[in-house]
C-alpha cells in the first residue's frame, strides 16, 4: 500500500496562475483533508471532505477550492495563486471524521508563488 | 480561537537521556483527543501518540509517553532513552468531533550523539 500520495513534490508558480494539488489514498477511508503549513504556525486545515460528495471549509479556505473526485482523490485548486499561499501542503486522510480516527498524512508539496 | 500552544521552538536532549515537551491547549468541547506528531526531515507527518480526553490513564507508546492534565489543559510529551532518530519537528495537536483540528506552532527536537 502506498498511503497517501501527492503529486507534484515541488512546484513554483508566478502570481496569477493556476494550479491543481493533486492527493490518492488506497486505504478505502472516507473522509480527506488538505492543511497547509507555514513557519511558525504549524498545520492548518484548509478544506476537508467528510465523506465522498462532500466538502467542508477549514480554518484558512480563502484563495482554495476542492473537488473529491471519487473516494480516493481529493484535489486543491489555486485559481490565481499570490504569495501569501507559498507554503508547503499536506493531504490526509482518515477512516471517518471525528474522535478514535487517526490522520495519514502525505509526504508534502512544496508550492513557492513568485 | 481555541488555540494549541507550544512554549518552547527548540529543545535539545542528550542521548539516551530523557526530554519532556510541552503543549498546552484550549477548547470548549468535552469530547476532544490529543496528539503528537512528529515530522523528521523527509516531511512526512508521523503519529507518535494520542489520547482521548475521557481517559484518565495516560497513554504511553514504548519510550513515548504524555502526562495529560485536563484540568490545566496541558498535555506533555516525555521520550524517554533519546534515540538520534527521534531529532525531529514534533507538533502538539487536538481534535474533537467536529472535525477543528488545531495543532501548535511545533518544538524542534535536536538529540546529541
Known amino acids: 500500500n502506498a498511503g497517501v500520495t501527492q503529486t507534484p513534490k515541488f512546484q513554483v508558480l508566478k502570481t496569477g496562475q493556476s494550479m491543481t494539488l493533486q492527493c490518492a489514498q488506497d486505504?478505502?477511508?472516507?473522509?480527506m483533508y488538505w492543511y497547509r503549513q507555514d513557519p511558525g504556525m504549524g498545520l492548518r486545515l484548509i478544506y476537508y471532505?467528510?465523506?465522498?460528495?462532500?466538502?467542508d471549509k477549514g480554518e484558512v479556505p480563502n484563495g482554495y477550492n476542492v473537488s473529491r473526485l471519487n473516494k480516493r482523490e481529493f484535489s486543491l485548486r489555486l485559481e490565481s495563486a499570490a504569495p501569501s499561499q507559498t507554503s508547503v501542503y499536506f493531504c490526509?486522510?482518515?477512516?471517518?471524521?471525528?474522535?478514535?480516527?487517526?490522520?495519514?498524512f502525505g509526504p508534502g508539496t512544496r508550492l513557492t508563488v513568485t | 480561537a481555541q488555540t494549541v500552544t507550544q512554549s518552547q521552538p527548540e529543545m535539545s536532549v542528550q542521548e539516551a537521556e530523557t526530554v519532556t515537551l510541552s503543549c498546552t491547549y484550549d477548547?470548549?468541547?468535552?469530547?476532544?483527543?490529543l496528539f503528537w506528531y512528529k515530522q523528521p526531515p523527509s516531511r512526512q507527518m508521523i503519529l507518535v501518540i494520542r489520547?482521548?480526553?475521557?481517559?484518565?490513564q495516560n497513554a504511553t507508546e514504548n519510550r513515548f509517553s504524555v502526562n495529560f492534565q485536563k484540568a490545566a489543559k496541558s498535555f506533555s510529551l516525555k521520550i524517554s532513552d533519546s534515540q538520534l532518530g527521534d531529532a525531529a519537528m514534533y507538533f502538539c495537536?487536538?481534535?474533537?468531533?467536529?472535525?477543528?483540528?488545531?495543532f501548535g506552532a511545533g518544538t524542534r527536537l535536536t538529540v546529541k550523539p
Open positions: 490526509a486522510s482518515s477512516e471517518a471524521v471525528g474522535i478514535g480516527y487517526e490522520q495519514y
Open positions: 489520547q482521548e480526553a475521557y481517559k484518565q
Open positions: 495537536g487536538r481534535g474533537g468531533n467536529n472535525n477543528d483540528m488545531r
Open positions: 486505504m478505502n477511508h472516507n473522509s
Open positions: 477548547t470548549s468541547e468535552s469530547d476532544y483527543y
Open positions: 471532505s467528510a465523506s465522498e460528495g462532500t466538502t
